[in-house]
């Protein structure tokens, strides 16, 4: 079972801004350009690979450990937004996909690219 | 507490996509993409207030909600590549604010927008 | 008056990639990725700034130089993109305000970001 | 020969801005993040398309629509980041060209997307 203390992670940020004086930085408009700036970091990794070839990174240790980095600025950009919110992120995440299961019947949308597309 | 359970996150997305035959679709390019995406629409909702008004944004019930099922959207498709490539979200989190205080010690970058940038 | 020659751009980046051997590489959708990654470079110097800051950028000759090649990458992608889809981007970009002109009435939306945000 | 007349553009763009007041909204750094935000939209309609299907775009009258009417978007946000800071910017494309001519010699760089990937 893998099971993430948010609360430690929440912390750390917390006690990592304040001591660099960074609080006034971070609003919640930056702190969600800074969130779509390492999106697009990660994003850039795979922009000239094919499918194929992005499915493989796990055999290209520093291409991987790239992708390891990004993935954690990400998380943590997150983290840190959804925090300063009060925003119970299990709790959002299992109540959209609820919400995907009902907007994407399987009945209906099943294996089609197109109709995955219009939806 | 909180404690997310990822697992339980990681086999709902597992069973949906394999449910409506989507694996096809999620290469890890195409769910980069598709984080850089919601990423985005994240911060649409920001991109005309001022700074002040972001972190107002819990007085607009309407508008929280909307910035909730974005911040689910960007945690799915989080966990989805993390998931696939077998990546621990929460030892990378931890590893990276443990790079950070390295890379930016409070008593060199305190309170300095212009180091904060430069760093 | 500044009359931009589309097509003298058009030739030169079409020779480029053929020069080589990258025309396998531009994809619509990977040039698509690039334009994006572009426009996150660009907004990356201006994550930390205040509004009023950034609208000083030149005044700080390095960082407006930066600014400079990033707007240079988003206009290359973006004439690339244009040219292999056969699009007329002035009249496109004429017909849009066009469009707007009429979504967005004066008389209606005046001075207000609230307005601005809702339409 | 494809001219675009940029000063017309310019004055359209000024025009429509002070008609509503909105020149209050529109810093360079706003700009900047709306200038990302409609790159994501137009990236987001290929995002599930293969390569191959991307390259077919013009075949599908109303996704060939939505392409130009983001293609606009993006060209208008980039002429008013470029008026306002007094940026030319056909000289800096080509400027960038040449550069990019300098960094990539085609000798060394020629059908290789792992040497595409590292420069």
Redesign the interface.
């Known amino acids: 079972?893998?099971?993430?203390?948010?609360?430690?992670?929440e912390e750390?940020?917390d006690q990592?801004a304040k001591?660099?004086?960074?609080e006034?930085?971070h609003?919640?408009?930056?702190l969600?350009?800074?969130?779509?700036?390492?999106?697009?970091?990660?994003?850039?990794?795979?922009?000239?690979?094919?499918?194929?070839?992005?499915?493989q990174?796990?055999e290209d240790e520093k291409k991987?450990n790239q992708?390891?980095?990004e993935?954690?600025?990400?998380?943590?950009y997150?983290?840190r937004?959804?925090s300063k919110?009060?925003?119970?992120?299990?709790l959002?995440?299992?109540?959209?996909?609820e919400l995907?299961?009902f907007k994407?019947p399987?009945s209906l949308?099943?294996?089609s690219?197109k109709k995955?597309?219009e939806y």
Do not use: H, P
């Open positions: 079972v893998k099971n993430i203390n948010l609360c430690l992670i750390k940020l990592f001591d660099r004086d960074w006034q930085f609003s919640i408009k930056n969600s350009m800074a969130l779509s700036v390492e999106s697009s970091e990660l994003m850039e990794i795979f922009q000239w690979m094919t499918e194929a070839q992005s499915n990174i796990k991987l992708v390891k980095e993935l954690a600025d990400i998380f943590l997150l983290v937004i959804s919110l009060g925003v119970n992120l299990e959002e995440a299992l109540s959209k996909i995907n299961n994407y399987a949308v099943k294996g690219a995955y597309d």
